[in-house]
């Protein structure tokens, strides 16, 4: 697998491709070593269609390349601290939190935000592209985490439920799309609305979190 991830980034080391399995899988799998979470990750992906299991790929080396970074540093520094965050699990739900961690995920790439240049497209790119919502969406997919994913704040990891980051990325989109089409980029967002609870972001994103984990 990493030999594949390579094709996607090929500066990415070893060390750090583990460490994305360990961000992404380890509390799930909290006594397997890092080639048992390599060999279950290949399993699970070997029954999948294969944009989907692109997409994961692409997530795990996204996540290696932010451990390397800095970005999840608390990772890089410990990342057993992953393999014992289950207990966690629940201990950020609410609207409050579900705000707080959009403004978090929103914070990835900061530099970008300040050219306040299209600033809600920008921060709903930031969100898309933030190594945290993607491992939650790869969760889902991948069908681990009992709809729950990791989440590391003041160097602290904690398990939320996939839905909080779905409902921080649909409420920055719906912005987005108000701002693009507020300047004419796009044309109107109508199509959205036809998604179930397009009203309701937080069933919404109840919704899409039950669809992807199911």
């Not at 060390?15 to 990750?41: M, R």
């Not at 289950?86 to 914070?107: H, M, N, Q, R, Y």
């Not at 933030?130 to 790869?138: L, R, W």
């Not at 398990?159 to 409420?171: D, E, F, G, H």
Request: proline residues 5%; negative net charge; charged residues 20%.
């Amino acid at each position: 697998m990493l030999e594949q991830i390579y094709d996607i980034d090929d500066l990415l080391t070893e060390d750090d491709y583990y460490d994305a399995l360990i961000f992404i899988i380890g509390d799930v799998y909290p006594h397997h070593s890092e080639e048992e979470l390599e060999k279950k990750i290949e399993g699970m992906l070997d029954g999948m269609p294969e944009d989907y299991s692109e997409s994961i790929l692409n997530t795990i080396a996204n996540v290696g390349k932010n451990i390397a970074s800095g970005s999840l540093d608390i990772v890089a520094q410990n990342p057993a601290l992953l393999q014992g965050a289950g207990t966690a699990a629940g201990s950020l739900i609410g609207g409050p939190v579900g705000a707080k961690v959009g403004s978090e995920l929103g914070k990835f790439g900061a530099k970008e935000l300040q050219k306040n240049v299209l600033p809600a497209t920008i921060k709903t790119l930031s969100v898309m592209q933030n190594p945290q919502a993607q491992t939650a969406i790869a969760r889902a997919a991948l069908g681990v985490g009992n709809g729950v994913a990791p989440l590391t704040q003041n160097g602290n990891v904690s398990l939320i439920p996939v839905a909080t980051y779905l409902r921080a990325l649909i409420s920055s989109a719906q912005k987005a799309l108000i701002e693009l089409d507020s300047k004419a980029i796009i044309p109107p967002a109508s199509f959205s609305e036809s998604m179930p609870y397009s009203e309701d972001i937080d069933m919404q994103a109840e919704w899409l979190s039950e669809q992807l984990c199911n």
